[in-house]
């Protein structure tokens, strides 16, 4: 078939057009993978500079008052096709609050007690003794007078005790009395249930030995070796009495006072009476003695 003038110039057209083609072909280029929790955006064409969105940092939770911080929240992503977010680290949980132990209580001090609590009060007179020995040694046995000679200083005695504790309180004193003693008769006052002790009046048989007590406040004498009658006798004395006492006031034990008459000899304990867990038991004590112990002292309202 034979071409017309303007047909080579086609073809040469064609050839050209077709070798531009092959050089630079048409290519989708993906974008890279995004870094932290970042993704790449695709781009038309060559080489795109990528475009990231950086995942947000987890937030640290806040230390809670004596409970425990929750965690932070995860970082979110967001990127192009392809591309996979890196989640975010998770916040450091809150430090439990210590919780204040209270103190213990400092416990009150113990109130004063009374009985044994409060026999310092009497302190001064307690197992304090009225002695009256005879003045030859060992005047035991039947052979024996039934009486014995004593001492000027033996037959009439005086001692001044004070009675501690506050002056604006009364207490009662409750004595242990024990000893062995001849007998006196006592009148104007009144016989205790014991039927030894006598509160109040005076000594009514002159001659015979007094043991005796006299209180300042609340002023009152007391006698400890009462008998109806009197005679040369001997007997010992077991009993517990209380007798109020003030605070700071002063009393006075004696032997053969008031109105007794020393006469410079005593009844003798020649039968050795011996007056238990007393000194000087198991032997007897040679002549009369009588012993007072505090057993308690209570202050009264």
């Known amino acids: 078939m034979s071409m017309s003038k303007q047909q080579p110039i086609i073809l040469l ?9 092959d050089s630079q072909p048409d290519v989708m280029a993906s974008g890279g993978a995004g870094s932290g929790g970042t993704a790449t ?12 969105t950086a995942g947000a940092a987890g937030t640290p939770a806040v230390a809670g008052s004596a409970t425990t911080g929750g965690g932070g929240a ?8 392809g591309g996979s977010g890196t989640s975010g680290a998770g916040g450091t949980g809150g430090t439990g609050g210590a919780g204040l132990a209270g103190s213990a209580g400092v416990g009150g001090a113990g109130g004063a007690g009374g009985g044994a609590g409060l026999a310092a009060i009497a302190a001064d007179f307690d197992k304090f003794r009225l002695e009256c ?39 009662d004193v409750k004595l242990h009395v024990r000893g062995n003693t001849e007998p006196n008769t006592y009148v104007k006052g009144a016989l205790d249930a014991n039927k030894r002790f006598y509160v109040g009046g005076e ?28 005679s040369h006798i001997h007997f010992l004395i077991d009993y517990e009495v209380t007798i109020p006492m003030r605070g700071g006031t002063m009393v006075k034990f004696e032997v053969n006072g008031g109105k007794s008459v020393p006469d410079g000899h ?36």
Not at 13 to 21: D, I, N, P, T
Not at 210 to 223: E, K, N
């Open 266 to 301: 005593g009844v003798s304990n020649r039968e050795q009476l011996v007056v238990p867990d007393v000194p000087p038991a198991p032997a007897p004590f040679n002549g009369q003695f009588v012993q007072f112990d505090v057993v308690s002292v209570q202050a009264r309202p």
């Open 133 to 171: 020995p005879c003045i030859d040694a060992d005047h035991f046995g039947t052979d024996k007078t039934d009486n014995c000679d004593a001492t000027p200083a033996v037959d009439r005695q005086t001692y001044t005790k004070t009675v501690a504790g506050d002056a604006g309180v009364v207490y």
């Open 74 to 81: 995860g970082g979110v992503t967001s990127g192009g096709s």
């Open 203 to 230: 000594t009514s048989t002159p001659g015979y030995t007094a043991y005796m007590l006299t209180v300042s406040d609340p002023p009152q004498v007391y006698f400890f070796n009462y008998n109806p009658s009197t």
């Open 13 to 21: 057209a064609l050839v050209l057009s077709a070798s531009c083609s």
């Open 41 to 52: 955006a695709p781009t038309a064409g060559g080489a795109g500079a990528p475009i990231t």
